[in-house]
């Protein structure tokens, strides 16, 4: 059985305490590293139910729990690892009591939902919600309120561990046959990389790259000082709720329910790779130029290894503290490294053409946990789909993740005309027939053919609770009369 | 012309009978910190002020002009905005000045940036969404960070 918790409101806003690791979902702080997950999906069916579940997942009575940032005990990894996530339609689905204030103006992307927020973030034309995988489309998004989100070591661990998990929520989902009694359950398995030379694995995305190189650090007690060109460390309050007179936002109250959450923008991002090997190896290009042109899409060579600092080869694996100690430095347009490619785009890393106040690396931070989906693409079309599919969190998802993918991602013009920038190629909504620019030399370079290779399947936001906010919603839920989302100011 | 990178801004606030004066006195001597506006590295000119009495053109007394050109989108960007110490608390005092029921809301601006955005927005006379007028740019694919680091 777990013990109490006794935890009392924060004061420090910047930097995780130890003490604080108990009550804060693990992912947030730390990525397990576990090759196996599955992501589940389900609406609240039954609301005694659903609050009894809540009590299991943090009481130790029930077959599995909300896994904490508590340290591993020896740092041997647990047979699984599990997170919880709530909809702003699942929050009113638990019936709480109308206490509960979660600000409009700062939660508002939350509040209206991933369906709402599509246009903000480039979900249009293909990567409609109307096109999104059922129980998150459109037509069905309302009544998706939980999202469960299992990690394990092996394939046997995951079913096993699965099968439990289904046996708890059972009885909080609809009746068979009901409804939305229909649980979507989509399976993460990240393909791991073998380098024959060195015997080290990394794990890739389907499109070649080595993934997980990059996410921000949260300030905590006790780490060390940054080293010389390490990005900052990022104050606590940007990825874990937290009150605090510099705090960008209202932390929902009351406080128990507020304090130590996160926000986390769930996404299936199917990704086309035959069209993107189809568009590296057009006009007759060799090896060496795919390679070179793959570099400059994502701003990363496939090993890792940064464009900024291997401009024209990506030669060995540089250390792990070379991926990440760089920043962009005078390259006002893109040369070596182009302003769309992906690593830019996504972290400008102080770049003063593009951040505010010129050099904050910390504002518009994300922290992703996601992995591949699908099976490992072999080198032909086999028609089956895989992508990339995960947690992208945040304490404001206006201000962090759509700020992203809305002013970076997707906005053609951030950097100024200089650049001749244009969308993030492998993340941005890209229009069939667009050219992508890279500069060489001074002069830019214009590639034709260019179609979009991400298209969204899914996209869910959640309220990630604290232990102390699960608790309570367990308490609390089922009143009369309850909260509800508010409407549009 | 390309479309522009910039956009105007050009909000016409009614101000609360007993503050007008005040605030026209404030405006007059005690001048922004411009290092706040400096820091958000997005706003290309700026100004602020209360329309005069019986001015030529008959506009009441009681309404303030925040007229601005800046780059990119107006909301998005707001809490980059509010996040420089001195740009928040002159609009934390400018607010508890405005004549509408949800400007006192919304100090700290820091913490309120999207209510304030919405709000300033509700009274911008050139709001991008709306269809508004002209709008001229001397140089549409430059920002003010294209402008003050050239390549």
């Known amino acids: 059985m777990s013990q109490p918790l006794a935890i009392t409101k924060a004061t420090d806003p910047d930097k995780i305490h130890p003490e604080d690791f108990p009550d804060i979902q693990g992912f947030i702080l730390h990525g397990y590293n576990m090759p196996k997950s599955r992501h589940f999906v389900l609406t609240i069916g039954q609301v005694e139910a659903a609050l009894e579940f809540l009590t299991a997942l943090t009481s130790g009575a029930g077959a599995l729990s909300i896994t904490t940032a508590e340290r591993w005990p020896r ?21 709480l009591p109308t206490v509960l204030n979660i600000n409009q103006g700062n939660f508002s992307s939350f509040l209206a939902g991933a369906v709402a927020a599509a246009p903000s973030v480039g979900d249009v034309g293909p990567n409609s919600p109307d096109n999104w995988v059922t129980k998150l489309n459109t037509a069905n998004a309302d009544r998706a309120h939980l999202l469960l989100s299992l990690y394990t070591n092996t394939a046997l661990d995951r079913d096993f561990y699965s099968t439990q998990l289904r046996e708890m929520f059972a009885r909080v989902i609809p009746a068979p046959g009901a409804p939305d009694s229909d649980v979507l359950e989509w399976d993460v398995d990240p393909y791991v990389f073998v380098d024959p030379v060195s015997g080290e694995s990394f794990r890739k995305i389907h499109f070649g790259y080595t993934d997980g190189i990059s996410n921000p650090i949260i300030d905590e007690v006790g780490l060390a000082p940054p080293r010389k060109n390490q990005l900052p460390y990022v104050p606590a309050w940007q990825f874990v709720t937290r009150d605090g007179e510099y705090v960008t936002y209202n932390l929902p109250t009351p406080w128990e329910f507020g304090q130590n959450g996160t926000f986390s923008a769930f996404r299936i991002l199917e990704q086309d790779v035959a069209a993107f090997d189809a568009f590296l190896s057009a006009d007759g290009r060799d090896e060496a130029a795919q390679e070179y042109l793959a570099s400059k899409l994502c701003g990363r060579w496939r090993n890792a290894n940064p464009v900024v600092l291997r401009p024209h080869a990506p030669g060995p694996r540089l250390p792990d503290n070379e991926l990440t100690d760089f920043d962009y430095g005078k390259d006002k347009v893109g040369e070596p490294c182009p302003y769309s490619a992906h690593t830019r785009r996504t972290n400008p890393r102080g770049d003063p053409q593009v951040v505010s106040p010129p050099g904050n690396k910390v504002d518009h931070r994300i922290m992703r946990r996601a992995d591949a989906y699908g099976p490992h693409y072999e080198g032909k ?48 909504a890209v229009p069939d027939g667009s050219t992508f620019t ?32 699960v608790k309570w919603m367990a308490e609390n839920g089922g009143a009369s009369p309850h909260w509800t989302v508010p409407t549009t100011s | 012309m390309a479309t522009p990178v910039q956009n105007a801004l050009t909000a016409i606030i009614p101000i609360k009978a007993e503050f007008v004066d005040k605030l026209r006195q404030q405006l007059a001597s005690n001048p922004i910190d411009p290092s706040g506006l400096d820091a958000v590295g997005t706003v290309h000119f700026a100004r602020i002020f209360v329309f005069a009495q019986n001015n030529a053109s008959g506009v009441p007394a009681n309404l303030a002009a925040v007229i601005t050109s800046y780059d990119h989108a107006f ?22 000045a405005v004549d509408d029921p949800a400007a006192a809301g919304l100090v700290p601006v820091t913490k309120n940036a999207a209510g304030f955005a919405a709000l300033v927005q509700k009274y911008d006379n050139t709001n991008p969404a709306n269809s508004w007028g002209q709008w001229y740019s001397a140089y549409p694919g430059l920002t003010v960070k294209n402008i003050l680091n050239p390549s």
Not at chain 1, 76 to 85: D, H
């Open chain 1, 381 to 428: 079309n086999d028609g089956q789909p895989r992508g990339l599919a995960g947690h992208f969190m945040c304490a404001m998802l206006a201000n962090q993740f759509e700020f992203i993918m809305g002013q970076w991602v997707n906005n053609a013009t951030f950097p100024g005309s200089a650049a001749q920038a244009g969308i993030d190629p492998l993340l941005g």
């Open chain 2, 75 to 96: 909301a998005p960007y707001i809490q980059d905005f509010v996040n420089q110490p001195s740009v928040a608390a002159f609009f934390d005092s400018f607010l508890m």
């Open chain 1, 438 to 469: 890279y500069w060489e030399s001074g002069s830019p370079v214009t590639v034709n053919g260019f179609s979009r290779f991400v298209t969204t399947r899914g996209g869910l936001y959640c309220f990630i609770p604290s232990i102390t906010a």
């Open chain 1, 75 to 95: 740092g041997v990894k647990p047979e699984y690892a599990l997170n919880l996530g709530l909809t702003a339609r699942g929050l009113e689905a638990l019936e």
